[in-house]
């Protein structure tokens, strides 16, 4: 079956720090770039961060640059966002997502596989 | 950044009726937009990408168009399935970033 299986979701002090991963099975995940996107009631869905195929790009929003950092592990098929500093503001169900473009290594920018995600709660 | 925006935020509709969900770009984006639907306690599903490009497996009582700053997701005869929250989301530049969302109600 081709899914998405995120985990390492938590409570956590403000300050501390988290890593998520993303499980991929049912597809070779080395061929797509690959997306971190949150869901928070207040701020709704916001990109998070992407990576392409190889590890060797990889992009973030203004408001976790410098505090996050997204990897993968291709041999793995797992993908991962260490998530350093973190505030309350970062509290969200934090989802990854599998890039919709379907020629290898292109990226598009749409997600057309994601996971159920994992909930991440910033509180002291 | 480029904002987007949708409206309505919320509508009633019935099994059978024809709802048309707009989203609009802060800046233009060209083609450059998707639709997601999202149920209770579920993740985002990809509908429709390249503003009218639909999405493998979706039924074809979905439709997009638009391209610029003006864009549509019509349902032609709604099921029941289909009630849900509606996003929309541009690709044209970084960061990317989603609609509020269009909460879709059984009238």
């Known amino acids: 079956e081709v899914q998405l299986v995120e985990s390492g979701g938590g409570l956590v002090q403000p300050g501390g720090s988290l890593t998520l991963s993303c499980a991929a099975s049912?597809?070779?995940?080395?061929?797509?770039?690959m997306h971190w996107v949150r869901q928070d009631p207040e701020k709704g869905l916001v990109w998070v961060s992407r990576i392409n195929y190889d590890g060797t790009n990889t992009n973030y929003a203004d408001s976790v640059r410098g505090r996050f950092t997204i990897s993968r592990d291709n041999a793995k098929n797992t993908l991962y966002l260490q998530m350093n500093s973190l505030r309350v503001e970062d509290t969200s169900v934090y989802y990854c997502?599998?890039?919709?473009?379907?020629?290898?290594?292109?990226?598009?920018?749409?997600?057309?596989?994601w996971g159920k995600g994992t909930t991440v709660t910033v509180s002291s | 950044d480029i904002q987007m925006t949708q409206s309505p935020s919320s509508v009633s509709a019935s099994v059978g009726d024809r709802v048309t969900i707009t989203c609009r770009a802060s800046q233009t984006i060209s083609s450059w937009l998707a639709w997601y639907q999202q149920k209770p306690g579920e993740a985002p599903k990809l509908l429709i990408y390249?503003?009218?490009i639909l999405q493998s497996g979706v039924p074809s009582r979905f439709s997009g168009s638009g391209s610029g700053t003006d864009f549509t997701l019509t349902i032609s005869s709604l099921q029941p399935e289909d009630f849900a929250t509606y996003y929309c989301q541009q690709a044209n530049s970084f960061p990317i970033t989603f609609g509020p969302g269009t909460r879709l109600e059984i009238k």
């Open positions: 997502g599998r890039d919709a473009a379907k020629v290898a290594a292109e990226d598009l920018d749409y997600m057309d596989l």
């Open positions: 049912g597809f070779t995940l080395s061929r797509y770039w």
């Open positions: 390249g503003s009218f």
